[in-house]
């Protein structure tokens, strides 16, 4: 199971981290991934935290703003949001698949078979 956590509202600008803990598995051998949902919009991946090759994947949208890290230790994986935009203003999801490099970077919805509940971003003055 994964629970996620930390949304909220923000206004322009500003900064949220949302985290992914897992209960009853460890992650060390799972790609994780972050994907969002806007209203009447399909669920886009945002970022992908690899574990074959131990690289971080992201969008072109949040590229340079979001930051994926993760703490085995903690079975919790995070998105640091930084310089939040209106346009990313959305629900937030992670899922956990054992998967290579090359289906992590793609950050496709359908690679991953666990997921978390989605938590509300919304970034609006």
């Known amino acids: 199971q994964l629970v996620v956590s930390g949304g909220g509202s923000v206004q322009p600008g500003g900064s949220l981290r949302l985290s992914c803990a897992a209960s009853g598995f460890t992650l060390d051998y799972y790609a994780i991934g972050w994907f969002r949902q806007a209203p009447g919009k399909e669920r886009e991946g945002v970022a992908c935290l690899s574990i074959t090759d131990n690289k971080s994947y992201y969008a072109d949208s949040v590229k340079g703003r979001f930051t994926i890290s993760r703490d085995n230790a903690k079975r919790t994986v995070y998105l640091q949001m930084d310089s939040l935009k209106p346009e990313d203003t959305a629900v937030y999801y992670c899922?956990?698949?054992?998967?290579?490099?090359?289906?992590?970077?793609?950050?496709?919805?359908?690679?991953?078979?666990?997921w978390g509940q989605g938590t509300q971003v919304t970034v609006s003055s």
């Open positions: 899922a956990a698949e054992v998967l290579f490099a090359s289906t992590c970077m793609k950050m496709r919805a359908i690679d991953f078979g666990s």
